[in-house]
């Protein structure tokens, strides 16, 4: 079986509402979808959601990665020699997580297809479904608790409050929330790097009574020792996201003893492969991991479901992405009940791009 045509194209798709976070404020999300086709009867499908702030990517310069990189080196080649092939798109393209996880994911999702199997079977298969946390931006308390009701409403039970601007407002939020709706349902909270050790410190204290199960990225990226300062400091599970992106992050934040979770996301730790090495690492420390997106189709959220599926010491899901996305190609690519995620049962991710839809990309 050999490589013989590949396909890529841009969706852009606009969110119902603009959300905002620590750093910047997020109305659309452009994606690259893949489609590997081979000299057989079967075809890999991916896409990736490149961002400059996360990755240091831009759709357009994945896009010319894959016309400089990709083509050529799978063209004419066996997908099934998976782990050869990233090592050598690595070599030629240097740290491009957002493309080499596009490559990844579809490699998978073709191996898993040529199996006749999902692909979480393929990478473990330890559970067959997991909870998800939906996510709520940063808005005024009124806000927070209606956007709160209706994922109520719609079964939900986790929510993931995003903060980091102003620490009085994040506090209120939080107490709001558990004066309105009591404690049947888990609440997360995620500061995306606004805080500094003194403020993240202060939330938790003024937070303590409202049952906080998980303190994501409190503090800046490059300072990787305030989480352990932080972590050694309060009782709750302190996670960290921006810190985290790649096997050497991971080994430092493990070795130092700087944080109870990894939040590993596939586009930006450069896919499943990468993404195993990360949770062998977080086993051999004890620490728990939780699957993340960014702004991903059903497509790419399905990648990190069978992903999450896989192992047992990932507890958590955080795929909610896909849910605020308007003109979806994949939208049907993964199953939500009542808050729990589901894969397609059909082999590889489940899903096939029966209609391509191209932009252009700005």
């Not at 702004?295 to 896989?310: P, T």
């Amino acid at each position: 079986m050999k490589i013989k045509r590949i396909e890529y194209w841009t969706v852009e798709m606009p969110l119902v509402e603009p959300y905002r976070i620590a750093y910047e404020t997020v109305d659309k999300a452009t994606n690259i979808f893949l489609r590997l086709e081979t000299d057989g009867p079967h075809c890999g499908f991916a896409c990736t959601a490149p961002d400059l702030e996360v990755t240091g990517e831009t759709p357009r310069s994945v896009l010319s990665g894959l016309e400089k990189y990709v083509v050529p080196l799978l063209v004419g080649e066996d997908p099934l020699r998976i782990y050869m092939h990233l090592e050598k798109l690595k070599e030629l393209a240097g740290r491009k997580p957002a493309l080499i996880a596009l490559v990844d994911i579809a490699l998978h999702d073709l191996l898993a297809r040529v199996a006749g199997l999902p692909l979480y079977r393929i990478l473990g298969g330890y559970r067959q479904c997991i909870p998800t946390s939906v996510t709520i931006g940063i808005l005024p308390w009124q806000e927070t608790l209606a956007r709160a009701e209706k994922w109520f409403s719609a079964g939900f039970s986790i929510l993931k409050i995003k903060g980091g601007v102003e620490l009085e407002e994040d506090i209120e939020r939080i107490r709001k929330l558990r004066e309105r709706f009591g404690n049947e349902f888990e609440l997360r909270f995620d500061a995306n790097q606004g805080y500094s050790k003194e403020e993240a410190l202060r939330f938790f204290r003024e937070t303590e009574s409202c049952q906080v199960a998980i303190f994501e990225q409190p503090t800046p990226r490059a300072q990787q020792d305030l989480l352990g300062e932080i972590t050694h400091s309060v009782p709750l599970r302190i996670m960290a996201d921006e810190s985290i992106s790649d096997l050497l992050d991971a080994f430092h934040l493990a070795r130092n003893d700087w944080v109870d979770m990894l939040n590993i996301k596939l586009i930006k730790v450069g896919g499943i492969a990468e993404g195993l090495r990360i949770l062998s690492v977080a086993k051999a420390a004890k620490l728990e991991a939780m699957v993340g997106c960014l702004d991903e189709s059903g497509l790419g959220i399905a990648a990190g479901l069978h992903f999450a599926l896989s192992r047992p010491h990932i507890t958590c899901a955080d795929l909610d992405g896909h849910l605020d996305l308007l003109d979806d190609p994949a939208a049907e690519a993964v199953l939500i009940r009542k808050g729990i995620m589901y894969p397609q049962d059909q082999p590889g991710l489940g899903f096939v791009l029966e209609k391509r839809r191209s932009f252009p990309v700005a």
